[in-house]
Nanobody, 117 residues
Framework: QVQLVESGGGLVQAGGSLRLSCAASTSIFTFTTMSWYRQAPGNERELVVSFTSSGITNYADSVKGRATISRDNAKNTVYLQMNSLKPEDTAVYYC???????????WGQGTQVTVSS
């Protein structure tokens, strides 16, 4: 069973930065798509950024220019660097990984990010 473990969340002041990590229990080359989502209280889970094995990266408009996704293949880890954080970035951030053919969809347990004004 694939496991995804997020870390790096915390409390930060507006304008600050955080780097979230998602460590996979298997090679990240396994996955067709890896993504970060977030869910704020009372809101639906929304996509922050995704990238595919073919090299396509897609950022949500709300984080464009402030977020960067990267990967360390040797560590089977994907990172989300968030800069210029805003209170509206407060949410639980989830790592997601998918394989196609067969389709599998994996979620991490989430890491809380709280941005104070």
């Amino acid at each position: 069973q694939v496991q995804l473990v997020e870390s790096g969340g915390g409390l930060v002041q507006a304008g600050g930065s955080l780097r979230l990590s998602c460590a996979a229990s298997t090679s990240i080359f396994t996955f067709t798509t890896m993504s970060w989502y977030r869910q704020a209280p009372g809101n639906e889970r929304e996509l922050v950024v995704s990238f595919t094995s073919s090299g396509i990266t897609n950022y949500a408009d709300s984080v464009k220019g402030r977020a960067t996704i990267s990967r360390d293949n040797a560590k089977n880890t994907v990172y989300l660097q968030m800069n210029s954080l805003k209170p509206e970035d407060t949410a639980v951030y989830y790592c997601n990984a998918q394989t196609w053919r067969p389709f599998n969809n994996y979620w991490g347990q989430g890491t809380q990010v709280t941005v104070s004004s």
